[in-house]
């Protein structure tokens, strides 16, 4: 198993940052503006992308502290089985996101796409928060010419 | 042992891309401004962030689609016993570049700074190739507040 880690710290509460990672309103901010779903652990959050997208189910829920979700139902093939975590902790003057995206069979073209994806999209939640503008699809920053 | 991979698409040739990733004024222009040593296979790259930064010594060269290094002498201590590699392939209009910085002892909060702020300097890797200009240190992009 080979996993995503990502790390940002935001100059926003603890509460603020949780917020943007359990609610519709939140999650469109800086993943993808077509979120529906988002609500206590056991609810399927829909991401979609242009009327595909992962389905994730909230799996752990611990205010200003962890949000856990785990694949659910269809999705690209090495997503299935995988988890995405978000782990929050306090600093001085910020919060600290430590991210991932747990349990790939294997490192793959598509992982390293993923991930690098994964920052851009952790860095649109950080501008969402710190300026109140991020960038979720579809308007988010493309790494290569195939997107 | 764990690793950080990250892939990314450039508008640029093999070459071009090769050139950023081998010479003191290709990689000047996408991590550090203060780039020396770049050369042959054996040269030792020091890479310098106001005054301290890492050196690598260039362990691999296969033009137009791998480079590799390996660490060299005293740097962060999980920095110590890892490599960077950067496979290049071409697609239509593109080069692609998957990036690995491989055999770290264990995942951490600083792996996940670094994996997040590879991806920032890959992104600027893309922007020099395609835009003339990308964000080296000091100019690079900042993803939390103590940098």
Redesign the interface.
């Known amino acids: 198993m ?10 926003a509460s603890a509460d603020e940052v949780y917020s943007a990672l359990t609610t519709n309103e939140g999650l469109a901010k800086w993943w993808t503006t077509d979120t529906t779903g988002a609500g206590n652990v056991g609810s399927i959050i829909k991401f979609r992308f242009d009327g595909g997208g992962p389905d994730f189910e909230v799996a752990e829920l611990q205010p200003d502290s962890v949000v856990r979700w785990k694949h659910s139902g269809e999705m690209p093939g090495p997503w299935m089985g995988t988890e995405v975590s978000f782990h929050l902790s306090r ?1 001085d ?2 919060t ?1 996101v ?3 995206h747990s349990n790939w069979k294997e ?1 793959s ?1 598509f ?3 993923c ?2 994806k994964w ?2 999209f ?2 649109s939640l ?1 501008e969402a928060l710190e300026k109140g503008e991020g960038k979720p699809f579809p308007n988010d ?1 493309h ?4 997107e």
Do not use: C, E
């Open positions: 080979v996993d995503i880690i990502h790390r940002v710290g935001i100059a600093g003057n910020q600290y430590l991210f991932s490192p073209d992982m390293g796409h991930s690098t920052a851009v952790l860095l950080k920053i790494i290569d010419h195939d």
